[in-house]
């Protein structure tokens, strides 16, 4: 009986240091969030070019990933939706929402968002579809926008949107930890990497601090950014 008592407390001492150690590799993690729509080109163009860095370096072991598929839509007084690119950008946008609900693992989700939003910038929308089997997806986000699920998911990102602080301003809105990055956006990496607290730096972020250059460049892109307006503003 002894015995028997003392295996039961090895076995809840274990399993109590696994949660807590299992917590405190969670809290670790850095919250990155974009805000965007789906036919905004300059959102398209972040999804594509910049985002992935954090799954080729291996960032993401560091960062909880959370895409927010509203932007700069607005609801009407009868419930309905106004999206600024129109009826089309209402529509993949929800099959965003869709997807993220549908396949809840940040890779899977992504890799169809990824798809869709280089269809986006290549002007070659019309094959979306094709999208599910070239991440090798089932349909199910799209059932889940034909029976109209997408659009309850999207009046959640609409209400989660309305309660940034400061508002967002434009899209594509980048946020690390509530630290909403503006006209700095792309250069989202240094961010998470200021942010991260571990002993365990990933590589990105070793590369990141060990660069002499890193500064210099930091400022040419923000000067560069700054100039160029490349959001699609939410007043338009």
Request: aromatic share 12%.
């Amino acid at each position: 009986m002894a015995s028997s008592k003392r295996l039961l407390r090895f076995w809840i001492t274990s399993f109590t240091i696994f949660f807590c150690l299992l917590s405190l590799s969670s809290s670790q993690k850095v919250t990155l969030s974009l805000y965007y729509e789906a036919l905004c080109p300059y959102c398209a163009e972040f999804i594509v070019n910049h985002l992935p860095k954090i799954f080729e370096s291996g960032l993401i072991s560091a960062i909880d990933l959370q895409l927010v598929p509203w932007g700069n839509a607005v609801i009407r007084p009868d419930g309905t939706f106004l999206c600024q690119h129109g009826k089309a950008e209402c529509a993949l946008n929800a099959i965003h929402a869709c997807a993220i609900n549908a396949y809840p693992d940040v890779m899977k989700h992504f890799g169809y968002i990824h798809c869709t939003e280089r269809l986006v910038l290549e002007n070659n929308l019309e094959k979306w579809g094709d999208c599910y089997e070239m991440v090798g997806l089932s349909r199910t986000a799209f059932d889940c926008y034909i029976n109209g699920y997408g659009n309850q998911l999207e009046q959640r990102y609409a209400e989660e949107t309305s309660k940034l602080y400061p508002a967002h301003k434009f899209v594509p809105w980048v946020v690390v930890n509530n630290q909403p990055l503006q006209e700095n956006y792309q250069n989202f990496v240094m961010y998470v990497c200021n942010a991260y607290r571990s002993n365990q730096m990933p590589e990105a972020c070793r590369i990141l601090n060990s660069s002499e250059e890193t500064l210099s460049r930091f400022n040419s892109s923000v000067e560069k950014l700054s100039n160029s307006h490349q959001v699609c503003y939410a007043n338009n």
